[in-house]
């Protein structure tokens, strides 16, 4: 006879209390998201279904001259979605009183196929950017996007992401002073540090 698996109240399994599942129920979740195994799968990559609401959408930013979106696929990644929530509450907290407030915006981003698999896992890296003093630079219009890198392969890869905008000021503004020898700028309203930057046109 083959052993038989022991069950009971002596024989259950520890109770798996890490934050990130706390993060994949309720509320917390994004209503896209499918059940996963995060024991063993920290990123899932999900086409999305065409002709859907949510590909409907995409498509509508996409659609732009010399863009035609062939496919869509949706980055669930609970590492990160759990970081992003908890960095919302903090930039909640650290603009009360500063006439500033937390703005989410949905940005786009060009990648390639070297390094999206790594934003997906990892999140954007000053690492793997061309020029790592200009930043992560992300554009308000996928066709902006598109045309901030040169054309490497015909098939192409926009990434659309959330992206939170605390204090948000111009390449040269007052109000944002730099320490000598720093590479971190403060804002003089908030006393914390300016964590996006946008130009003329007020696009980041």
Partial sequence: MGD???????????????????????????????????????????????FSANYFELDAKFRRPGLELISAYAVQNPFLWGQYLLRREQLKMQLTGTGYAVKEKDFFYKSDFKNFEKICRQNFDL??????????????????????????????????????????????????????????????????PIDTYTDQSRTV
Avoid at 6 to 30: E, I, M, N
Avoid at 132 to 159: C, H
Avoid at 162 to 186: D, F, M, N, P, Y
């Fill in 127 to 192: 690492r793997y950017e061309q020029d790592q003093r200009a930043g992560v630079t992300f554009y308000t219009d996928a066709l902006a996007a598109n045309s901030s890198k040169p054309e490497m392969e015909n098939v192409r890869i926009i990434i659309m992401t959330k992206v939170l905008v605390g204090t948000c000021v111009k390449r040269v503004e007052e109000g944002a002073t730099e320490s000598a020898g720093q590479s971190v700028s403060i804002n003089n309203k908030t006393d914390l």
């Fill in 4 to 50: 038989k698996t022991k069950t009971g109240v002596f024989h259950r399994k520890p109770l798996d209390k890490r934050f990130v599942l706390q993060v994949t129920s309720g509320q917390r979740a994004p209503d896209f998201w499918v059940p996963m195994d995060i024991s063993d799968t920290e990123c899932k990559i999900m086409e999305v279904r065409k």
